[in-house]
């Protein structure tokens, strides 16, 4: 199989080939195997390869195929998690120095639908050390590079993982979400990134950052292989107490539907405060798009949204600094220097910081609420810059220096703290040549939704095609 | 949304924060940075608290379904 060949594939057109048996899925697994040997040492996508264990499974999926016992859209998929999911004994470190000889007894929840589904690990991907940052600068494991222009991050935490389906290091990932870990680096890394509804993918299994605001889900190269690994994912799992017991829809089905009527919010306050102008201009023609799709453009106000960041901030790191209190007493010189000053910072917030944070999080998830009485979709830059250049921990938009973390995540985290899902899809490129990520918004359990806008929309467009330059393209 | 006025946290002011924290005593270079990020922490929060939520329940316990 020829990297030009290898690059044009999704999941769905993959599938297609594994069904009627016209590709192997072993020799795929090869083929991305022998790809990642190759790119990964510039890239630093993966903290683990599971070579051994890939060809286990592909053979596993191609003897299933001879029997024609087909497994679902995954069958002999290969795929990547970020190294935040359990995955029963391979390590998994969480992209830290204190996890680094964690292996893992039992699979994840989500790992091990993967696997009953047929899909085939590749490996763990890099992150940002512990999920807490948008870099994915990591100290022990490596830095990750942007596959569009190296020296520019891919995003964070799931920078790996977004790596990794940029380069076609594989055909999906799955990453987790706790302010925009997976619609920050799917934007800058030009593929699709979904957060779930809160409660819609199990967590068993997944380290926590922030257990109030974590989520796990899909990274790919489209919105259909999206919703096609969120079905495989998602479902009642009672060993998190978080999980929904609501009936699952049938996520690809939904994708056949027009976006006729559909009202399509465009906020008038705080969302475009901050952005980009290239990043702005993309937005807006995505909108007129989706306007010439069917859709109804509805200008909205968003109140209270202007806490966002602050309060997703203060419940985020006050999780997190209890889930790390013993290891900051014990092993504080094994953190990187970023993350153990955040965590350090967050150990003093009082009971009443926290409480105050969850009560303004009540009042902006009930403005989202009244917001989505009047549209089905809320749309906005995903991010409002494209990648910055490692090491960069401050930028300028429109004359303002911002923070790159603050700034990155300043419209992701609303749907965080809504538990509400939300969706990045690529809607072009800056003049550098680097990715600009749409984010759809939708109500709490209307994914489907969410994932059909972003389909329709690219469908519509161009910009899911194209592929990383060299010299890591296929 | 207004700021209340903040106060300035010394590197002798973080060393106590610190260890009240329970975190290890840091030198004198690294309570200097340590005084910066607590100053930073609290500053943040302190925007949160020029919010109003006296009509809002804490509920982020409530099942999403």
Known sequence: MTDDELGSLTIASAGRLLRRRALSPVELTDAYLARI?????????????????A????????????????RGPLHGIPLTLKDLYWTAGVRTTAGSRILAEFVPATDSTATARLIASGAVLLGKTNLHEFAAGVTTDNPHWGTCQNPWKLGYIPGGSSGGSAAAVAASLGLASLGSDTGGSIRIPAAFCGIVGHKPTYGLVPRYGILPESWSLDHGGPMTRTA???AAVLQVICGHDPRDPTSSRRRVPAFARALRADLDGVRVGVPRNYYFDIVDPEVERAVRRAIETL?????????????????????CFVVAWAEAAHYHRRWLSTRAADYGDDVRALLEGAL?????????GQRVRALI?????????QVDVLVSPAAPLAATPLGQLETEIRGRRVSVLDVAA??????????????????GFTKAGLPIGLMIHGRAFEDATVLRVAHAYEQ???????RPPSPVSP | MSSPASFPITSEAARILAGWAGLAAADHAAASDQAAVFQAFHDRVQRLYAIDVETVEFDFLRPMD
């Open chain 1, 37 to 53: 040997a190759r790119l990964d040492p510039a890239l630093r996508a993966f903290i683990t390869v599971t070579g051994d264990l």
């Open chain 1, 55 to 70: 060809r286990q499974q592909a053979r596993r999926a191609e003897r299933g195929l001879a029997r024609r016992q087909w």
């Open chain 1, 224 to 226: 259909a292989d999206a």
């Open chain 1, 291 to 311: 306007e010439d799709l069917g859709a109804r453009v509805v200008p909205v106000r968003v109140p209270a949204v202007e806490a966002a960041l602050d309060t």
């Open chain 1, 348 to 356: 003093l917030y009082l009971a009443s910081d926290y409480l105050q």
């Open chain 1, 365 to 373: 998830r009930q403005s989202l609420q009244r917001v989505f009485e």
């Open chain 1, 410 to 427: 300043r419209l992701t985290c609303v749907a965080n703290l809504t538990g509400e899902p939300a969706c990045s899809v690529p809607c």
């Open chain 1, 460 to 466: 519509a467009s161009p910009w899911s095609t194209r």
